[in-house]
């Protein structure tokens, strides 16, 4: 069967237009929901913004009110005045001098036919031998031994004398030689 369209097109135009303007005005409100749903996600997430910067301007006045409250400056000068004291007794530590090195050192240094009779620690590191010895030979042995200590301690790992004087030999008319050797001890690294 055939279908004849009796309605004008005036007709058909009107409901074309109708149809038309349906359609735009669906479109404009789903724009403007969506433009309404995107300025509200933009202010919510503003808001959130503002509530962790808040949050966190909060956290750093606390802590900043901590930082430099009167008991953490206080702290903090006491810690410091704590750590020169560490420094100071470091420094102190650094400049003692073991008299067992010492001990061990002249004992390794001193010939066959030699004994210690004194040893005397003075300022600056300052050191004062006192032996006997068999033999003027031996005296001088024990002399260029601890003379030459430096020489021999192997880039300061070992400790050694300088500045080493002869400050006496003398024959006490006995069977041994006494001689006396002064000099300044330092100490290696390796002891």
């Known amino acids: 069967m055939v279908t004849i369209n009796l309605l004008p097109n005036l007709v058909l135009e009107r409901r074309r237009q109708a149809r038309l303007t349906q359609i735009a005005t669906i479109a404009t409100i789903a724009w ?36 430099n409250s009167t008991d953490n400056i206080n702290f903090r000068a006491t810690a410091a005045a704590v ?7 470091d420094q102190l530590q650094s400049s003692y001098l073991d008299p067992k090195t010492i ?8 010939p066959r036919g030699a004994y210690l009779t004194d040893v005397k620690l003075g300022q ?14 031996e005296a001088i042995k024990l002399y260029y031994a601890i003379s030459q200590s430096q020489s021999n301690s192997k880039n300061g790992s070992f400790s050694y004398f300088t500045n080493v004087t002869w400050t006496g030999i ?12 002064s000099g300044t001890f330092v100490q290696g690294s390796g002891q």
């Open 124 to 137: 600056a590191n300052s050191v004062s031998v006192s032996a006997k010895a068999n033999s003027i030979a």
């Open 170 to 181: 003398n024959s006490d008319g006995g069977n041994t030689v006494p001689i006396s050797v």
């Open 103 to 110: 001990l061990n050192t002249v004992d390794s240094l001193l």
């Open 32 to 67: 403007v929901l969506v433009a309404v749903v995107v300025v509200l996600l933009a202010l919510t997430f503003k808001e959130y913004e503002n509530h962790q910067v808040s949050g966190l301007t909060n956290q750093y006045n606390s802590l900043n009110g901590d930082v």
């Open 83 to 89: 750590q020169t004291s560490l420094k100071a007794l």
